[in-house]
C-alpha cells in the first residue's frame, strides 16, 4: 500500500482476555460463588498463598464460612488485620456477583471490635448498603460462633469498564514461588 492509498483496515475490536471475568448477576442458591480468577489472592483456589474464600449468594448479598490459620498470623494465636482486611475486602469483591459489573476498592474501613482467633470458624456476610450511580456503598460484619459481631466493614467500591483491568495488559501472575 501506498503512503496516498486509503487504508481499509478496520481495526479490531479490543479484544478482552479470557482471564478477565464475567461479572453475571447470580441468584441465590448453595453454589460457591466463581472465583475471581485462579490466583486471586482472596479467592483464587490455585493461590497456595491466598485465602481461597469461598462465599455464596443469599437474600441480602454474600455470606462466606471462613477460618484464618498459621499463615496468617499476627500477634500468636491472633489473624494479622491486613489478613482480616483482605479477606473482607474479597468478600465485598464477591458481592459484584450481585450487581453484574466489575468494580475495584476505592476505600475500605474497618472497625476491629475483638480479636479474630487462628483456627476459629467465622462468618462473613457483605451486602449493598446503597448504590449512586458507579459508587457502590457496601457493608460487611465478621461474627463469632455465637453470632457476636466482632468485626464490621465499610467500603466504597466503584465501578470500571474493562479497560482498567488492561492497562498493564498482562494476566494475573499464575507463578506463586515468590
Ligand atoms: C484479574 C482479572 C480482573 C478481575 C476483575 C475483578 C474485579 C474484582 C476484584 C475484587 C478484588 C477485591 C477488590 C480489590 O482488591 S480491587 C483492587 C484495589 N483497588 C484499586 O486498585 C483501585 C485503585 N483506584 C483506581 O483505580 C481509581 O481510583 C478508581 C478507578 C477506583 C476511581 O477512579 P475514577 O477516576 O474512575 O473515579 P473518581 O476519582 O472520579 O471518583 C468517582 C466518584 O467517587 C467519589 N469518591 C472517590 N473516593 C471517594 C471516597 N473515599 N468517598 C466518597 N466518594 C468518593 C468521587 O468524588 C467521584 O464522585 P462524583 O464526582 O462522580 O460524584
Request: proline share 10%; hydrophobic share 35%.
Amino acid at each position: 500500500m501506498t503512503e496516498n492509498t486509503p487504508s481499509t483496515h478496520t481495526p479490531e475490536p479490543r479484544q478482552v482476555p479470557d482471564w478477565i471475568p464475567a461479572f453475571p448477576v447470580l441468584a441465590p442458591d448453595s453454589a460457591d460463588l466463581p472465583p475471581h480468577h485462579d490466583h486471586c489472592l482472596g479467592c483464587g483456589p490455585a493461590n497456595p498463598h491466598g485465602h481461597q474464600l469461598r462465599a455464596r449468594r443469599d437474600a441480602h448479598g454474600v455470606h462466606a464460612h471462613h477460618r484464618f490459620d498459621s499463615r496468617h498470623v499476627g500477634a500468636p494465636a491472633i489473624a494479622h488485620g491486613g489478613a482480616v482486611a483482605t479477606v473482607l475486602d474479597e468478600l465485598f469483591g464477591l458481592l459484584l456477583y450481585t450487581v453484574g459489573e466489575p468494580a475495584v476498592t476505592r476505600h475500605l474501613a474497618i472497625d476491629y471490635l475483638a480479636p479474630i482467633l487462628l483456627d476459629t470458624p467465622y462468618t462473613l456476610r457483605a451486602h449493598i448498603h446503597a448504590r449512586d450511580g458507579r459508587k457502590l456503598h457496601l457493608q460487611a460484619t465478621i461474627e463469632n460462633d455465637h453470632a457476636h459481631v466482632i468485626t464490621t466493614a465499610t467500603a466504597l467500591f466503584l465501578t470500571v469498564d474493562v479497560n482498567h483491568f488492561l492497562t498493564h495488559n498482562t494476566p494475573p501472575h499464575t507463578d506463586n514461588t515468590p
